[in-house]
T-cell receptor, first 114, second 115 residues
Framework: AQTVTQSQPEMSVQEAETVTLSCTYD???????LFWYKQPPSRQMILVIRQEAYKQQNATENRFSVNFQKAAKSFSLKISDSQLGDTAMYFC???????????FGTGTRLQVTL | NAGVMQNPRHLVRRRGQEARLRCSPMKGHSHVYWYRQLPEEGLKFMVYLQKENIIDESGMPKERFSAEFPKEGPSILRIQQVVRGDSAAYFC?????????????FGSGTRLTVV
């Protein structure tokens, strides 16, 4: 069974600063995909970034980037130049290449302050 | 493209009543997934459906819960004889054929409150 662990229940960052959210996972699969989702107060689940396990290059989407360490089973999210609109719950998620269901972590609540 | 549409957005039911949650996938998407989010928790997988077929229901409670995705119309998650513990946000997601590795597109969820 796969598990996803987010060890930071809450984080705070000042506007324009950089913050890193941690995620570790456990799996015996070799082919899989990892995701970060953002859930603002509106409750909408928004895909922020995805990473394919067989790609060594870390994914980047504008101000969002990941540090994917396959051997350590670590998948952290870095948010640069934080904006007030980044305030949300952030969920790390995992899906094996052979299955269809996402496994989510328990989330990190990020607060961006002035 | 209207995205994944879920309704109602909020649903209040008394204990013992039935709850019916609807999900219309994105245009062109034939795979639908239901997830449940309890307060202060991540989403937990419930069921995966394709048109007229249940593919994986390993996350569905054995009693009172059922799901369908008919040939025509939205997918329905049905909860019979609701109890307080069913209070949660229920999310639907959809994906095109064989594209689950792209992480789906989620709807805005239905918040079910059982009183």
């Amino acid at each position: 069974a796969q598990t996803v662990t987010q060890s930071q229940p809450e984080m705070s960052v000042q506007e324009a600063e950089t913050v890193t959210l941690s995620c570790t996972y456990d799996t015996s699969e070799n082919n899989y995909y990892l995701f970060w989702y953002k859930q603002p107060p509106s409750r909408q689940m928004i895909l922020v970034i995805r990473q394919e396990a067989y790609k060594q290059q870390n994914a980047t989407e504008n101000r969002f980037s990941v540090n994917f360490q396959k051997a350590a089973k670590s998948f952290s999210l870095k948010i640069s130049d934080s904006q007030l609109g980044d305030t949300a719950m952030y969920f790390c998620a995992f899906i094996p290449g052979t299955a269809s269901k996402l496994t989510f972590g328990t989330g990190t609540r990020l607060q961006v302050t002035l | 493209n209207a995205g994944v549409m879920q309704n109602p957005r909020h649903l209040v039911r008394r204990r013992g009543q039935e709850a019916r949650l609807r999900c219309s996938p994105m245009k062109g998407h034939s795979h639908v997934y239901w997830y449940r989010q309890l307060p202060e928790e991540g989403l937990k997988f419930m069921v995966y459906l394709q048109k007229e077929n249940i593919i994986d229901e390993s996350g569905m409670p054995k009693e009172r819960f059922s799901a369908e995705f008919p040939k025509e119309g939205p997918s329905i998650l049905r909860i019979q004889q609701v109890v307080r513990g069913d209070s949660a946000a229920y999310f639907c997601a959809s994906s095109p054929r064989d594209s689950t590795n792209y992480g789906y597109t989620f709807g805005s969820g239905t918040r079910l409150t059982v009183v």
